[in-house]
């Protein structure tokens, strides 16, 4: 069963010929992967495992998956988008298929010419992420024909949701909560890292989410500090912090939640303290997410914050990010960023250091909808836990 509903992949297939006629190209070539599955699931609902791929979506007429032979039984079945073409350069290096049709670019480009399509220009997405096999062959297959880069304005397609986006977000933020009191109830002196996530992780599945958006992350005291630490076997001790956080997928799409907890149950003086900076700093960014306002200004309340307490040097990521495909997807709202903040975008504050003599790495972190008036929180429990 696909993710992605008829409605939402039509729209999304007329935004991007919206690009093609706008820059006059004639087709658009997609490329993605399952370490860079965002381009390609907004448009399918859909990744292949093992192999590569990419959507050709032509000015008019159906669009087409070109990837592997072992993927395409899959994406007939679950991809909104199911013409199919299979390439060497997608498939497993070294496998063989011998009742798979197997083709060449030089003989897609043929079939697309002898179907009266005109190829003069092509916009390329994501060709900075491709293998320079995958790049050379398209180049070389495509003998005579343009090649112009629109991975900005592709992705720019992702900026805002739709209110069809926005409503797997929340729900993919409704199984974070429930992820966090699994986790939170897992954690205890004596139990590994590896518990705690596994109960994090089974109560996404078991619920119903499609996937998540990174490995559950759990790092106890010291191993806190290597920022996105996926857990291990290390067991937890008494009086110790732990930071988790998880990202649970529904139709795709991610939610998350971040805390650091105590594994003895209650907080030290100064662990209690170190928390209230990091919620400080989430109220001061809280408050700038406000329609029209830059990462320059989200950003500067919460990094002047941390300059006045002695943390700046500890400080490895900026404040707020959007969600979507990806938990951490652009635009970014870093103390550089240029990208104004819009109604219809998801936004997580996500606030965090690293490498404290003492307190070692922390992060707190949940998710907003920016509405006309301002944020609306995806998890009011969360909101509600780090802003009081």
């Given amino acids: 069963m696909g993710y992605l ?33 965002g381009n390609g699931w907004y448009l399918t609902g859909w990744c292949p495992q093992f192999e590569s791929g990419a959507v050709l979506i032509p000015k008019a007429g159906k669009p087409m998956l070109l990837g592997g032979p072992e993927s395409e039984p899959f994406a007939k079945l679950d991809s909104a ?17 011998p009742n798979a049709k197997i083709i060449d670019f030089p003989t897609l480009f043929r079939e697309l010419k002898g179907g009266g399509k005109r190829l003069k220009k092509i916009g390329i997405v994501g060709g900075d992420r491709m293998p320079a096999a995958c790049y050379r062959q398209i180049v070389e297959g495509f003998q005579g024909v343009k090649l112009i880069d629109i991975t900005q304005e592709f992705v720019s397609l992702r900026y805002m949701k739709s209110r069809w986006e926005l409503n797997q977000i929340r729900a993919a933020f409704a199984l974070a909560d429930t992820c966090y009191d699994s986790m939170k109830r897992a954690i205890r002196p004596g139990r590994t890292e590896i518990e705690v996530a596994a109960a994090g992780e089974y109560a996404a599945r078991s619920r119903g989410a499609s996937g998540f958006g990174f490995s559950a992350i759990v790092g106890s005291g010291p191993r806190s500090n290597a920022v996105v630490p996926t857990a291990s076997a290390k067991k937890l001790k008494a009086n110790e912090l732990v930071m988790i956080g998880i990202a649970p997928k529904v139709r795709g ?30 109220r001061l960014t809280k ?30 990521c900026p404040f707020a990010h959007t969600i979507g495909l990806h938990e951490a997807e652009a635009p970014f709202f870093g103390p550089n960023g240029a990208d104004p903040l819009k109604p219809g975008m998801a936004v997580c504050i996500d606030i965090s250091f690293f ?34």
Avoid: C
């Fill in 253 to 282: 799409y991610a939610g998350v939640v971040g805390d650091s907890l105590p594994v003895s149950g209650k907080y030290t003086r100064k662990q209690a303290d170190a928390i209230e900076h990091l919620k400080e700093v989430f």
């Fill in 5 to 37: 509903e008829e409605k939402e992949k039509d729209a999304r297939l007329s935004n991007v010929r919206g690009i093609l006629a706008k820059k006059g190209l004639d087709a658009a070539l997609v490329y993605y992967d399952e370490f860079n599955i």
């Fill in 81 to 97: 988008i199911t013409e199919t073409r299979n390439f060497p350069v997608f498939m497993v290096p070294d496998e063989e298929y």
């Fill in 355 to 388: 490498g404290h003599p003492e307190w070692h790495g922390l992060r707190i972190e949940t998710g907003y909808e920016i509405t006309a008036k301002g944020p609306v929180p995806f998890s009011k429990k969360m909101d509600r836990l780090l802003t009081s």
């Fill in 287 to 316: 408050a700038q997410l406000v329609p029209g306002n830059t990462g320059k200004e989200i950003d500067a309340p919460g990094r002047a914050y941390f300059k006045k307490h002695g943390l700046l040097k500890y400080l490895v």
